[in-house]
């Protein structure tokens, strides 16, 4: 039930954009995005819920196709901060249980 | 300050002995969990609790105990540790209100290393 994230690991230049996605093979009734600084815990960035629209701020947005199970994180005119690993987490219901992907490493070069 | 605390935040300890890793969450959340991370595993849920005296079982709960004897405190025990036990552990709290999804707040961790 872990959900599925790819790529693995992607490595940017500042600058440029980047969008990784999250999937599941069971229903979802929401999707939550974190981002993990090496040494450091997971951050919250946003949550996107069944029927709910698109989330974003500053120039980190997601969105949530329910029929397809799948979520994508996009980072636009990516800065040097947001290199880390992004986890998505998912729940199957509103039972609270959130199951989360093994990550997905970035890395954003001058 | 909201905040989820552990202690300790590294450990390193011998096969077999007893050991806890306190968390304590300052926000009145109902509900937390306990998590191990291994490379290229991701985050694993170890057990969580709903609310006081309520807990139970993750997806890798073999080897661990939890109580929740109090609303802010959801200790990790390991009654003999074992060196596959090796790991980093994030304590979690979140609020629960019926029907909605609240974000995770994160302990900084705790480093565990059984010999």
């Known amino acids: 039930q872990q959900p599925v994230q790819s790529p693995q690991a992607v490595i940017l230049r500042e600058g440029e954009d980047a969008v990784i996605n999250c999937s599941s093979s069971?229903?979802?009734?929401?999707v939550h995005w974190y981002r993990q600084k090496h040494g450091e815990a997971p951050v919250f960035l946003m949550i996107l819920l069944k029927g709910g629209e698109q989330k974003g701020h500053d120039k980190i947005s997601a969105s949530f196709n329910e029929k397809k199970q799948q979520s994508s994180l996009y980072l636009t005119a990516s800065q040097l901060s947001y290199s880390g690993t992004y986890f998505c987490g998912t729940e199957m219901d509103s039972s609270y249980k959130l199951i989360f992907g093994s990550g997905t490493r970035l890395l954003v070069r001058p | 300050e909201a905040q989820v605390t552990q202690n300790p935040r590294y450990l390193i300890t011998v096969t077999g002995k007893k050991l806890t890793v306190t968390c304590s969450q300052n926000m009145n959340h109902e509900y937390m969990s306990w998590y191990r991370q291994d490379p290229g595993l991701g985050l694993r849920q170890i057990y969580y609790?709903?609310?006081?005296?309520?807990?139970d079982k993750g997806d890798v709960p073999e080897g661990y105990k939890v109580s929740r004897k109090e609303k802010r405190n959801f200790p990790l025990i390991l009654e003999s540790p074992s060196p596959n036990q090796t790991s980093l552990y994030f304590c979690?709290?979140?609020?629960?209100?019926?029907?909605?999804?609240?974000?995770?707040?994160f302990g900084p961790g705790t480093r565990l290393t059984v010999t």
């Open positions: 979690a709290s979140r609020r629960l209100a019926g029907g909605l999804s609240y974000e995770q707040y």
């Open positions: 609790s709903m609310n006081v005296e309520v807990t």
């Open positions: 069971k229903a979802l009734y929401s």
